[in-house]
């Protein structure tokens, strides 16, 4: 008898999400976001505005805005930041955040919850996961 393809199982995000998350204020610098980046490890932070999540910085946003167009390297971060902010709520289900992701065209989704942050998807968890069953 063949088991279930594990694909078609019900997921939901917060299964394989990444709780480590680091946000900031959007008026940090560019360059202390990109310290905490390589001091952490992290490939995105999320941008916050009254403590509200409005945007993300990866190290794309790094390589593309920072150097291409010359900005100095203490602007704001809000400058850089990829916004409005796509993100998911823990419940959904793996195949909506990888449509999403596919559709959206972004390999890193913040999951937020009553306006907080609490986890980080990536298509690198999506794959690992997929992989893994």
Known sequence: MNSPDPIQKKTSVEEIMNNTVISVDSSVT???VAKMMEDTGVGAVVVLENNIPVGIVT???FAI????????VDTPVRRVMSSPLISIDPYSDL???SDLMSTRNVRKLPVIDDDRVIGML???DL???I???
């Open 30 to 32: 560019a360059t202390n």
């Open 59 to 61: 190290d794309r946003d």
């Open 65 to 72: 805005k920072i150097a291409a167009h010359c900005y100095p």
């Open 95 to 97: 195949w909506i955040a």
């Open 122 to 124: 990536t298509s690198s």
């Open 127 to 129: 794959v690992k996961h």
């Open 131 to 133: 992989a893994d069953h």
